[in-house]
């Protein structure tokens, strides 16, 4: 089993920056690669992020593409998402999830392992 605990969400105006966290335990061994999602009220959940166990391969949707920065501390076994130059848009409960395989990291349905979410607000 995976366990994953996300930390660092809050309320910023438009324009600041936040650093979510995600702290991975468990079988952190077997974890090839970890995503961030993010799902807004009323709206389906949707991919942000990927980033594989190395860290050599990142994979961005283009709404945070230039913005949002995904990456990787193996020896804290924490994933990070940067996300500067946020815009209301951006308002969302931010999850991040793992998976032991490598698949298409864009579906959140390649994931079996997803933390309880972080609320990120901005306003305008």
């Known amino acids: 089993q995976v366990q994953l605990v996300e930390s660092g969400g809050g309320l910023v105006q438009a324009g600041g920056s936040l650093r979510l966290s995600c702290a991975v335990s468990?079988?952190?061994?077997?974890?090839?690669?970890m995503g961030w999602f993010r799902q807004a009220p009323g709206k389906e959940r949707e991919f942000v992020a990927a980033?594989?166990?190395?860290?050599?391969?990142?994979y961005y949707a283009d709404s945070v593409k230039g913005r949002f920065t995904i990456s990787r501390d193996i020896a804290k076994n924490t994933v990070y998402l940067q996300m500067n130059s946020l815009r209301p848009e951006d308002t969302a409960v931010y999850y991040c999830?793992?998976?032991?395989?490598?698949?298409?990291?864009?579906?959140?349905?390649?994931?079996?392992?997803w933390g309880q979410g972080t609320q990120v607000t901005v306003s305008s």
């Open positions: 999830a793992a998976t032991l395989r490598i698949g298409d990291l864009r579906r959140q349905y390649e994931y079996p392992y």
């Open positions: 468990g079988r952190t061994f077997s974890v090839a690669a």
């Open positions: 980033i594989n166990r190395s860290g050599t391969s990142t």
